[in-house]
């Protein structure tokens, strides 16, 4: 009988094979860390969100569309012309292109549906998808639910010996790689900047993976939502533009990430009309559309950003609210990984001695120890994170059990309060 977390489902009728793939019967991470499974004074450093609204002329954009008739119903399924062509004049800059408002932009119920769609217009039964250890969890039940088969390849970590390494320090190892393609690979997922380790992936990175997804005829489902948050000089290089590579690639994008809006729920994909047409089709009959009014939103956001100077001023802000966290990290003089794109950062968490008769909850039983060192870290220290063995296959687990990962898109009032409790830590290192 299927399970959810150990207890039996009672259903009047078996669930759907797919119900067992996936992870899906697992009660997800975000649920366990939720803010109303922890202290009510718990500073919440899990689950990436903002503890700030998105920037008042955003808002505004939003209450006016709804105070108009059209602002309510029904948009097109590819989206509110409006959108399309805010990201048209927004975005073409950076593909090199001038990308057509008809057939090279899809509107999508954020970017997670965005990347379903993809995957139930592409996969076949037993078609393999390639994906890099850690990956961000959603990626595996979507794969599965489309009877495609996920293949990792784990980012191999910087030595721990490594006090400041930086996400950079977190290599592919080519060869490794190579071998994971197989005439059965139908699609390779890179995400940069990466969730959870914040790796901005580098050209030549990028140019060896292009090589091996034309070598295969494969696809690239290029996750860039954190495209807006890259830090210290780096190159954000979007796959998409290197040569032979728009012919084969779809690139995500968000308005939860770049207008701190993350329960609006619109993305957007950009490719292709040979890879935009069919994951239409298959989007139009999933959600038909995505929700009108916030879409005049984001669209607002994105035109009036350029004038604005908003998205400068706003990494600006999450380059000081990531050097809080990092001033934090090394005071109390464990290794973490200083990350160079999106807003998280990777702390070390081998080191922390856990109590083997902490009352901890059912829902982390016979997870990993990572899952044991959040809950006693939540709980004890007052602030909450994610483990990040989550996010990897069985095999590789191991690596990800070292790993804390702590989202920083949070004020600096609240980030210096949690660095400051984050200190009492240093009573618990073994
Ligand atoms: N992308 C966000 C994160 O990694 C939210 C994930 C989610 O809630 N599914 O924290």
Redesign the pocket.
């Known amino acids: 009988m299927a399970t959810i977390n150990g207890v039996p489902v009672k259903s009047p009728v078996p669930l759907s094979s797919r119900m067992q793939t996936g992870r899906a019967m697992a009660l997800?991470v975000?649920s366990v860390y939720n803010a109303a499974n922890l202290p009510a004074d718990c500073i919440n450093l899990?689950?990436?969100?903002m503890n700030f609204p998105p920037p008042q002329w955003v808002k505004d954009a939003a209450t006016e569309a709804l105070g108009t008739v059209a602002g309510n119903h029904y948009s097109h399924p590819k989206g509110r012309p409006r959108l399309r062509e805010a990201i048209r004049d927004y975005y073409s800059a950076s593909y090199g292109r001038t990308l057509n408002v008809d057939n090279e932009i899809l509107v999508t119920s954020g970017a997670?549906e965005g990347q379903y769609a993809m995957f139930t217009a592409f996969l076949d039964p037993g078609d393999e998808v390639i994906m890099f250890e850690p990956y961000?969890?959603?990626y595996l039940p979507s794969v599965t639910f489309n009877a495609g088969t996920p293949v990792f390849v784990p980012l191999h970590p910087p030595s721990s010996a490594n006090r400041r390494s930086t996400s950079d320090d977190w290599t592919i190892d080519f060869e490794e790689l190579r071998a994971a393609f197989s005439p059965k690979t139908k699609m390779i997922i890179v995400n940069t900047p990466h969730?959870?380790v914040g790796k901005v992936f580098r050209r030549d990175e990028l140019e060896k993976i292009a090589a091996l997804a034309k070598e295969f005829n494969t696809l690239v489902m290029a996750d860039e939502?954190y495209d807006c948050l890259v830090y210290d000089q780096k190159e954000h290089v979007r796959i998409a533009t290197l040569p032979g590579m728009w012919e084969r690639t779809v690139t995500v994008g968000s308005a939860?990430?770049s207008f701190a809006a993350?329960g609006w729920r619109v993305g957007w994909l950009v490719g292709p009309p040979t890879l935009i047409g069919p994951v239409l089709a298959a989007t139009t009959r999933i959600v038909y559309c995505s929700n009108s009014p916030l879409q005049e939103a984001a669209a607002a956001g994105l035109e009036q950003a350029p004038s604005r100077n908003f998205f400068p001023l706003q990494l600006q802000a999450y380059q000081e609210r990531r050097d809080i966290l990092l001033e934090g990290f090394d005071r109390l003089g464990m290794n973490y990984t200083h990350p160079e794109g999106s807003y998280?950062a990777l702390l070390d968490i081998s080191n922390v001695d856990i109590p083997d008769d902490y009352p901890f909850p059912q829902t982390i039983h016979g997870r990993g120890r990572d899952f044991k060192a959040c809950w006693f870290i939540a709980m004890e220290v007052g602030v909450s994170s994610?483990p990040v063995s989550e996010f990897y296959g069985e095999k590789n687990s191991h690596i990800g059990e070292k790993f804390a990962?702590f989202?920083f898109c949070k004020d600096t009032a609240q980030l210096k309060e949690a660095v400051e409790r984050l200190q009492k830590l240093k009573n618990y290192l073994k």
């Open positions: 997800d975000w899990g689950q990436g969100y997670n961000f969890d959603q969730n959870p939502v939860g990430k993350t998280f994610i990962r989202a």
